[in-house]
């Protein structure tokens, strides 16, 4: 089992849905990470959080620290939120230096 | 802002090459990363390095070797490239000191062995 899995997989939206793509871990960590990827290959962090809740434009991202559960959601999709979503987690570690720990991604698609 | 850059977007080699992928950040900071990317497995880590000339095994070493002789760039080096090594390779990058320091990636390099 990975220590860390997300839901679902793939997703399909229409334009304006709002959605919710779940990240639940096995692991102890210090903080987690929301990546974006667009097709091409770059990745661009859209937050990192060890509590709580962050919101950056129609992007929130929620975090359950007992429940070991994150949440992304996207308010009022858009054709370019299209990409692919990883949750990353960072490993409670004796070292200085954050190790990650990578989902397999989930792959949205947001149809006009 | 971060710049981090990989010298290729696209390479092509052929089973038995050293190839040598080339990563460059611009903020100083300690900490660079290997992974490869392939469909299924997400982000595995390679290589990483805390200094320069220093330089610890992730979770999938075998096969690879890494150089950092300057603080800015770190390399990946395939000694002898196998087919199994195709796939997408991410650069990443970090300062250190405080644990939740996020990582800077780069646009990726998509490498291919024929």
């Known amino acids: 089992k990975n220590e860390v899995e997300q839901s679902p997989q793939n997703l399909t939206a229409q334009e304006g849905e709002f959605i919710t793509i779940n990240c639940s871990y096995s692991?102890?960590?210090?903080?987690l990470h929301w990546l974006q990827q667009h097709p091409g290959g770059g990745i661009v962090s859209l937050f990192m959080?060890?509590?709580g809740k962050k919101k950056h434009g129609r992007l929130i991202a929620t975090i359950n620290i007992q429940e070991k559960h994150s949440s992304l959601h996207i308010t009022a999709s858009h054709p370019r939120d299209s990409a692919v979503y990883i949750c990353?987690?960072?490993?409670?570690?004796?070292?200085?230096?954050?190790?990650?720990?990578f989902g397999t991604g989930t792959l949205l698609a947001v149809q006009p | 802002d971060v710049k981090v850059t990989q010298s290729s977007r696209y390479l092509v080699k052929r089973t038995g090459e050293k190839v040598f992928l080339e990563c460059v950040q611009d903020?100083?900071?300690?900490?660079m990363f290997w992974y490869r990317q392939d469909p299924g497995l997400g982000l595995r880590l390679i290589y990483f390095?805390?200094?320069?000339?220093?330089?610890e095994k992730g979770d999938i070493p075998e096969g690879y070797s890494v150089s950092r002789e300057k603080k800015e760039r770190f390399s990946l080096i395939l000694e002898s490239a196998s087919t199994n090594q195709t796939s997408m390779y991410l650069c990443?990058?970090?300062?250190?000191?405080?644990?939740?320091?996020?990582?800077?990636f780069g646009d990726g390099t998509r490498l291919s062995i024929l």
């Open positions: 990443a990058s970090s300062r250190t000191g405080l644990r939740n320091q996020p990582q800077h």
């Open positions: 692991v102890g960590i210090s903080a």
């Open positions: 959080l060890s509590s």
């Open positions: 990353a987690v960072i490993r409670n570690y004796g070292g200085a230096t954050n190790k990650l720990i």
């Open positions: 903020m100083d900071h300690e900490n």
């Open positions: 390095s805390y200094d320069v000339k220093m330089k």
